[in-house]
């Protein structure tokens, strides 16, 4: 196993400064995450090594255990990879009654970040080709942006040409289960029931009656790739009975660093019982 350690951490250690390199020194915190893998993996290939010498120090129970939880992530990192790749929905769905955007960071200038670009121009592909579409822009404002991220995707939009009245914005949202929750809140107010009095009607005693307006939706998703499993997953546990998502492409350098982040919200998500 030293071999592999040692791999592991030259690989993290490296991808830790393109990372750096890759981004003008303005990582995330998330980023450091690899700089933690590559000190664990220098850690295991010296406990590897005290083994070798002396047993008695690290018997073998203890050095068989400590080698299982590194094995275990690989393997729960591996099946969370299979899962996120399988939520992607391939074939694209036709006339969708609303597709939710969901928001990214938002750059000092009020221009979409790389990621949200993506997201925003999937979007707008897919309005452009289904013109009933409903848009619902959802993200709020962090301390580090100038706007809400959904004003920022809307100015993207409209410049772009899309008509202001297919846009929805909603401006709650801190988190992925905040954007799902608080987009369908949106849209069953905005949807709503509408009240008819029909004369036959009133006059056989039923009184008004309602539209069917509450009938069941087509609902999108626009979020990155690897995020669009956990998007779907908790957009089914908020009541959403079918979700369509669609996955913008992740910049191949950021991709790993994104899917380790997202593979740990995953099972965050999982044990405070979010999907």
Request: proline share 3%; with cysteine; aromatic share 12%.
């Amino acid at each position: 196993m030293r071999g592999v350690y040692k791999i592991i951490a030259i690989f993290s250690f490296v991808y830790f400064l393109v990372l750096t390199m890759y981004t003008n020194f303005n990582i995330s915190v998330y980023s450091y995450i690899w700089l933690l893998i590559a000190i664990i993996s220098l850690a295991y290939m010296y406990l590897e090594k005290i083994h070798k010498k002396d047993k008695k120090r690290i018997p073998l129970y203890l050095y068989v255990g400590l080698n299982v939880v590194p094995i275990c992530g690989i393997l729960i990192f591996i099946i969370l990879q299979l899962l996120i790749f399988s939520a992607i929905d391939t074939k694209e769905v036709q006339d969708l009654d609303y597709v939710i955007v969901l928001g990214a960071r938002v750059r000092s200038n009020i221009e979409p970040s790389s990621a949200l670009k993506k997201r925003l121009d999937l979007a707008y592909e897919y309005a452009c080709n289904n013109p009933y579409t409903i848009l619902v822009l959802s993200g709020a404002k962090s301390k580090y942006e100038p706007v809400t991220e959904a004003e920022a995707m809307a100015k993207y939009l409209i410049d772009r040409g899309v008509e202001p009245s297919r846009l929805y914005l909603e401006i709650q949202s801190k988190s992925t289960k905040e954007n799902i929750i608080y987009s369908k809140a949106l849209i069953e107010y905005k949807v709503g029931s509408t009240a008819v009095i029909s004369r036959n009607v009133v006059e056989d005693g039923f009184g008004k009656v309602l539209l069917a307006e509450d009938k069941p939706k087509k609902i999108g998703i626009v979020t990155s790739d690897f995020h669009c499993f956990r998007a779907k997953a908790l957009a089914h546990k908020a009541g959403f009975n079918s979700v369509y998502t669609m996955g913008a492409i992740t910049d191949p350098i950021m991709y790993l660093n994104f899917s380790l982040r997202e593979s740990i919200a995953i099972l965050l998500e999982k044990f405070m019982g979010n999907i």
